[in-house]
């Protein structure tokens, strides 16, 4: 059931856990967990329609502008996140400011961007922009962020809610990462802060504090790690991490390096952290592309490649995934983005391939309807299902599953690998070209690939990085039954229709 429910659209997890999130402020202020002087429920209520509503609004008007098809969604998600971070109000000048902000956080995908991708996270865009408006205008009396969201009232529900899209995205180890450096700044801070005014703080009390009274878990889940402005690789995803824990926390870390910090900067730091990662993301050339459908080709069984042509270079290691966006209309629960691995390799045409079963989503309709002319983007590229520089490799996969092995295979045939895939009764896609890309392949049945079958076959199991590939009960048998046995095991999940 959770592998299953993992297949959601991601969008659609964050909105989910932003809305419960929702509903468990209104419960803090019900249980008088939440000032009642500040949160009264009408104006909780008119702050979240206005943003919400105008970040709507304004994705769809900016998309009939511009001819495109926004991602309400996304507009959604931008409205809910700017709920958590502005006091709320029911002073007809503060709402007109917040249907702005939540205009100017849309307006960004458009004019921070380059080649139809945003830079920087629309929502650190847009209060930086309305901070910027407020000052050209000579106004001083317009809202300024709280992230009051950083409140011990909702901390459970907002790590419970974070955990949920960590579970997701795939990428808890970076929030540790960011956790664990921005926390340990804000204690040591706190310390010291304590100290100077003769208050008597334990390590403990600083903890507690750092976590209740910053919003370090909200931000490092909810807007950190959202893959349209975070790196592809790795490395420089831990880099934008830990670069945005001290841009987030800067008065804590500009005074301990001597470093006098602007008001400007100081004051919306955690937006600027953002901008940080966008900007790092996009000088380690994070890729987006509109592609043009050239063909269509019947594989096996219910398997489909589809060759791209490129308007512009996608650069992708061969191993990671593209995302594709396809608009459509009426999208079911899995959106209109998905996740393929390229079985071309860089510089030549962008081939995917991908099962058609039945029932199909509206995504796989909407794939399987389109000609050749017909447009589509990668919105990013993401993934570590990578070799490594050097050493023996084992490939085991299944299925549709074995499409990274091909531009692995294709990019380095010098290397020694072992390739084991498994053969379903409906065949198996690109099974000649393998044999065609590697000397050592074994084909077996699906039910005959097991653990020891694997171990018959590669005696030098240990010395090799294993790649699993393939559906999620499948991988998840095979990298079970190969634990400690290979030097180390890579995963790719392929999540079907």
Known sequence: MWLKAKSLSLPRVVIGALLALVVSAFIARALGGLDADVFAPTAMLATLAVLVGASLGASWMLGRLFSSQPSLESAAITGLILWFLYWPSLEPI?????????????????????????????????????????????????PRTSWWVASEAIFWPVLLATTVVLWRTGR?????????????????????????????????DAIQLAFFAYPIVFFAGFMLTEPLTLPSRNLPQVVAVFVAAAVATIGSVGGYIGFEVPGSILDSAWEW???????????????????????RLAIEGDAIAYRWELKRPITFTPGQYVELDIAHSKPDRRGRRRAFSPVSVPGEP???????????????RALASMQPGDRARVTSVHGGFVWPKRGPILLIGAGIGVTPFLSQLAQEPERDVVVIVGVREEGLPYL??????????????????????????????????????????????????????????????????
């Not at 209060?127 to 317009?142: H, K, P, Q, T």
């Not at 100290?195 to 334990?202: A, P, Q, S, W």
């Not at 952290?273 to 063909?295: K, N």
């Not at 653990?451 to 991988?475: H, K």
């Open 350 to 364: 962008l081939e995917i391939a991908t099962r058609h079963p039945e029932p199909a989503s509206s995504y796989k």
């Open 273 to 295: 952290a953002l901008v940080a990662t966008g900007v790092i993301a996009f000088a380690t050339r994070q890729s987006s592309a509109v592609v043009v459908l050239r063909e």
């Open 94 to 142: 503060t709402l007109g400011w917040f249907a702005g902000i939540a205009a100017l956080a849309q307006i960004s995908k458009y004019l921070i961007a380059w080649r139809g991708r945003h830079i920087v996270n629309p929502v650190a865009a847009g209060v930086l922009l309305s901070v910027a408006v407020g000052a050209g205008l000579g106004v001083e009396d317009f």
């Open 432 to 497: 000649e070209r393998l044999r065609e890309l590697a000397p050592d392949v074994h084909a077996l049945p699906i039910d005959e690939l097991t653990v020891d079958t694997i171990r018959e076959l590669v005696p030098d199991l240990a010395t090799r990085n294993a790649f699993i590939s393939g559906r999620p009960d499948f991988v998840a048998e095979i990298s079970a039954g190969l634990h400690r046995k290979a030097k180390k095991i890579h995963t790719d999940y392929f999540w079907g229709s």
């Open 172 to 204: 808890a180890q970076l929030w540790l990462y960011f956790l664990a450096a921005a926390g340990t700044w804000t204690v040591m801070a706190l310390i010291d802060i304590s100290t100077l005014v003769g208050i008597d703080i334990t390590v403990f």
